[in-house]
Antibody, heavy 122, light 107 residues
Framework: EVQLLESGGGLVQPGGSLRLSCAAS????????MSWVRQAPGEGLEWVSA????????WYADSVKGRFTVSRDNSKSTVFLQMNTLRAEDTAVYFC???????????????WGQGALVTVSS | DIQLTQSPSFLSASVGDRVTITCRASQDISSYLAWYQQKPGKAPNLLIYAASTLQSGVPSRFSGSGSGTEFTLTISSLQPEDFATYYCQQLNSYLRTFGQGTKVEIK
């Protein structure tokens, strides 16, 4: 059974940092790109970042570029999101998602974690 | 960046109704579109990919169509478990943006 489990969320002050982890199981992790998607309270989904299966390529939304860094450790089946210089508007539930089905040159998300809440407030 | 606009943003319907949600892209994205369903407090669930391919395990009352810049998600006969928010997502670029969502509520 495919499982994605996020951890590392919490309360952080504006300007602070936080690192999210997403531990994967039930599939060959190194064969799949992974993404992070967030959802602010009462709002819609926002794609945040993605990383290729090897970790050699990464992509970011303009709203987080230069502040967030995505990485992965295929030996531990884990993807990370390092979030620096956090702002109030980064407050959201952060989901990790598996790029499981190839569509064109990218992939859609066939499995999602349960989400980790990040609250940026003083 | 590619923008997606869903309409309507809110929809009130009854059990058994046929429901259609539209997603318009700011540029041609071929058939590179997915649809997700999200219920409160839960992660999204993939319904349709490549504009019209039903994900395994998704009921056949869900269907998708369209290409280029205009796409639709249709629920042929709304069931109680279908009351949720629906999102489209473009897969044409690596920056995989979502539409703003369509909330389907009980009339």
């Amino acid at each position: 059974e495919v499982q994605l489990l996020e951890s590392g969320g919490g309360l952080v002050q504006p300007g602070g940092s936080l690192r999210l982890s997403c531990a994967a199981s039930g599939f060959t992790f190194s064969s799949h790109a992974m993404s992070w998607v967030r959802q602010a309270p009462g709002e819609g989904l926002e794609w945040v970042s993605a990383i290729s299966n090897s970790g050699g390529s990464t992509w970011y939304a303009d709203s987080v570029k230069g502040r967030f860094t995505v990485s992965r450790d295929n030996s531990k089946s884990t993807v990370f999101l390092q979030m620096n210089t956090l702002r109030a508007e980064d407050t959201a539930v952060y989901f990790c998602a598996r790029g499981g089905i190839r569509v064109g040159s990218t992939s859609c998300f066939d499995y999602w974690g349960q989400g980790a809440l990040v609250t940026v407030s003083s | 960046d590619i923008q997606l606009t869903q309409s309507p943003s809110f929809l009130s319907a009854s059990v058994g109704d046929r429901v259609t949600i539209t997603c318009r892209a700011s540029q041609d994205i071929s058939s590179y579109l997915a649809w997700y369903q999200q219920k409160p407090g839960k992660a999204p669930n993939l319904l349709i990919y490549a504009a019209s391919t039903l994900q395994s395990g998704v009921p056949s009352r869900f269907s998708g169509s369209g290409s280029g810049t205009e796409f639709t998600l249709t629920i042929s006969s709304l069931q109680p478990e279908d009351f949720a928010t629906y999102y489209c997502q473009q897969l044409n670029s690596y920056l995989r943006t979502f539409g703003q969502g369509t909330k389907v509520e009980i009339k």
